[in-house]
């Protein structure tokens, strides 16, 4: 069974910094894309960042390019987000998602909610002004 469980989230002030974890399970971790999305209230779920497992090549949306840092530990079937410079804007439910890597996500990234196949619970991240 797939499995993905997000931790991390939290209330931080602005200019802070959050590091999430995505820990995954039931599937050949680095054969998989992970995506960081994020959804705040009446909005929609947004892709945030993305890491192919296999090579650790990375994409990052424009608004947190520079701020946000994914990584992978294939050891432990861990994808971690680390979140500095935090803004009040940033505050949201964190998801983490996986699909696998077949040749197409070899040649772009799969940044839309609806490219992945398997989704954590989310957790919530909070930045107070």
């Known amino acids: 069974e797939v499995q993905l469980v997000e931790s991390g989230g939290g209330l931080v002030q602005a200019g802070g910094s959050l590091r999430l974890s995505c820990a995954a399970s039931?599937?050949?971790?680095?054969?998989?894309?992970i995506g960081w999305f994020r959804q705040a209230p009446g909005k929609e779920r947004e892709g945030v960042s993305c890491?192919?497992?296999?090579?650790?090549?990375?994409y990052y949306a424009d608004s947190v390019k520079g701020r946000f840092t994914i990584s992978s530990d294939n050891a432990k079937n861990t994808v971690y987000l680390q979140m500095n410079s935090l803004k009040p804007e940033d505050t949201a439910v964190y998801y983490c998602?996986?699909?696998?890597?077949?040749?197409?996500?070899?040649?772009?990234?799969?940044?839309?909610?609806?490219?992945?196949?398997?989704w954590g619970q989310g957790t919530q991240v909070t930045v107070s002004s």
């Open positions: 998602a996986a699909v696998p890597e077949v040749p197409f996500w070899r040649t772009v990234f799969p940044t839309r909610p609806d490219e992945y196949d398997y």
């Open positions: 039931g599937f050949t971790f680095d054969d998989y894309a």
């Open positions: 890491i192919r497992t296999s090579d650790g090549s990375t």
